[in-house]
């Protein structure tokens, strides 16, 4: 379960993605300024600790769609300063660091563990300052895993998603999603 507060960040989620971004390659042709993009959904995965958040961004850009996994901290993790992104500040937690998802064990962890175990992703719940929740949040996609897929030896998230192409659920080795407005499957990773 995923416990979120209502808090003012800075920078605000959009202007973090937007930054994280503007640095791909593959998404050098997309207007990804923080006014252009359009929040899709999110989802997000467990951390049995509570130390780690591990969020997915589904944003649009024009007619693109990316898929930005992110993981909020409130240390630094050793090692992986090639893989910050930003600090935001959070108005109930405080300084909080941010990093791409595929670079932080704790997302790669979660996301191997979802896809190989059938899992889903984390339910979510608001949550008042002191940390007591209030009640579900059900407008964010629903993410679950297929099963493992014999011989894989990683896996990796699919940074543009293809709305138009439904995946097939019986296929291994995969995590769908699905969200209001996108009945159909998509796959948003594969075990390789």
Same mark, same amino acid.
């Given at each position: 379960?995923? $416990? +979120? !507060?209502?808090? *003012? /960040?800075?920078?605000?989620? /959009? $202007? =973090?993605?937007?930054?994280?971004?503007?640095? %791909?390659?593959?998404?050098? *042709?997309?207007? =990804?300024?923080?006014?252009?993009?359009?929040? =899709?959904?999110? !989802?997000?995965? @467990?951390?049995?600790?509570?130390?780690?958040?591990? *969020? +997915?961004? +589904?944003?649009?850009?024009? @007619?693109?769609?990316? %898929?930005?996994? /992110?993981? !909020?901290?409130?240390?630094?993790?050793?090692?992986a300063d090639k893989h910050l992104i930003s600090t935001m500040e959070h108005s109930i937690l405080g300084t909080r660091w941010v990093y791409d998802g595929m670079g932080d064990p704790h997302f790669r962890q979660r996301l191997d563990h979802a896809i190989a175990t059938a899992g889903t992703s984390a339910k979510q719940y608001r949550v008042d300052d002191e940390g007591n929740r209030i009640d579900e949040i059900t407008d964010v996609a629903h993410a679950w895993g297929t099963g493992p897929l014999?011989?894989?030896?990683?896996? %990796?998230? /699919?940074?543009?998603?293809?709305? $138009?192409?439904?995946?097939?659920?019986? $296929?291994?080795?995969?995590l769908l999603g699905r969200w209001a407005g996108q009945e159909a499957p998509v796959v948003l990773a594969v075990m390789v």
């Open positions: 379960m995923a $416990d +979120i !507060y209502s808090a *003012e /960040l800075n920078p605000g989620k /959009l $202007d =973090v993605i937007s930054a994280w971004l503007s640095k %791909q390659s593959w998404a050098a *042709e997309a207007d =990804v300024a923080p006014e252009s993009l359009k929040k =899709v959904t999110s !989802y997000r995965f @467990d951390d049995p600790e509570g130390k780690v958040g591990a *969020e +997915i961004h +589904i944003v649009a850009a024009g @007619d693109r769609v990316f %898929q930005v996994p /992110l993981t !909020y901290r409130g240390v630094e993790l050793a090692g014999a011989g894989a030896e990683d896996v %990796q998230v /699919l940074y543009e998603l293809n709305l $138009d192409s439904p995946a097939e659920g019986s $296929d291994a080795g995969l």
